[in-house]
């Protein structure tokens, strides 16, 4: 329960092996590349250009630097989950330090949840024991995207609390609840807690909250902050919302995630920024930024998707890397897809410290016919322009939409707005509830 270090060392380990970033082309620029295609849910052009599966897919998904050292031979080599998107240039990376590491990067962490330490899981949140709440001295994950709202665990206090306490080893906490009142039915409801060492090195802050009115509008959301005694530093932000389309009159559920962890010892962190936005015809807009730094290497990754619910679609990928010595590399797609003809085009490339660039370009024209004009070319000479009989795939809708977040939104649909008085009518200024400040403290912001 008491806010110590050990659980904060325990999860940044900063000793670095090694960061590998191997490119390799599109799958539609090699001979194998149609195979790693058809693995993908797909939908096929042949006859009545319908016909549908689902496959998993192993392409990789972040950017990561290359780094050499006396311990590179001994690293372990993992992949980067590819999370639901098309086929894209692959990124190898190896790695042995957590403050670094996917969640996919070890077996244990797959066993347990993204968001609930064991301690939390032994004594529910919020839950009194000894008087204080339980200690959150665990850092975000990388590449763990957007948590469904069961994650967290929220569970706001029916009565306004003001305590605080100090445990048997001199560490301190606190927790308290309160309801604030605003025009046009505006009502939040929140909870705050934290807690402190006993000699002041390590800490950590967290923040529930509900918010309603009475155009519809509702949200649930969650702040989280902490420190260790090394300096390791890291901030975290969650927001479920659902309100009406200004311009189309349509519900719409918006989930967002911001995540960032900062070194103590070093300079190295990341950042993230993750979304997702569904409204009840099916239009989906998905996306993330992504920022690293290890060192004097950084590296950065933009990919979207946008589904308009008529069966319309478009994808893109931007992700690079680069050093002090001014070497650089990275790869990008982008595909647009509509009743089964569409295009895909993308770039690989390098860039020496001395300022020499290599990049191969390559580009898909689909038809609509089982026809495929597949073109491109790189600095070193190649080239390729040709016509073949392929079939065409590709994500016509997102594999989780509408009914899903609806299913995965229960306490945020079950927000009780405050009881209207008869002839009072709601103020359907769209955008008259603003959303909370979510951008990182300045003190965490990457370098």
Sequence with gaps: MAATSRGFASHLDFKLRRLAFHPRPHPSTSNGG?????????????GDRRGVSRISCCCSDSVVPIRSGKNAEKAEEWRFDSKKRPPRAGVQASAALPFFASSSSSSS????????????????????????????????????????????????LTENVNESGTNEDGSTWYRESGEDIGDNGYRCRWTRMGGTSHDASSQWKETWWEKSDWTGYKELGVEKSGRNAQGDSWWETWQEVLHQ???????????????????????????????????AKGWTEKGAHKYGRLNEQSWWEKWGEH??????????????????????????????????????????????PSGERWSRTWGEEHFGNGKVHKYGKSTTGESWDIVVDEETYYEAEPHYGWADVVGDSSQLLSIKPRERPPGVYPNLEFGSTPPPADEPPEEFSPQ
Excluded at 34 to 46: D, P, Q, T
Excluded at 110 to 123: D, G, I, P, W
Excluded at 259 to 276: C, L, M, P, V
């Design 34 to 46: 149609l195979e790693e295609l058809r693995k993908r849910r797909r939908f096929s052009l042949r």
């Design 109 to 156: 962490s797959a066993a347990q949840s993204h968001f609930l330490s064991r301690q939390e899981k032994n004594y529910p949140r919020c839950t009194p024991r000894n008087s204080g709440p339980q200690s959150r001295d665990t850092p975000p994950k990388r590449d763990t995207g957007i948590a469904n709202e069961k994650d967290w665990g929220i569970s706001l």
């Design 307 to 352: 589904y308009d619910g008529r069966g319309s679609v478009l994808k893109w990928t931007d992700k690079w890397a680069e050093t002090e010595l001014g070497t650089k590399w990275g790869d990008k797609w982008e595909e647009k897809f509509f009743a089964g003809i569409g295009s895909r085009q993308g770039e690989t490339w390098h860039v020496s």
């Design 245 to 279: 389309d200004e311009w189309s009159n349509l519900a719409r559920i918006e989930r967002s995630a911001q995540k960032q962890a900062k070194s103590g010892t070093e300079n190295a962190g990341w950042y993230e920024k993750w979304w997702e936005k569904y409204d």
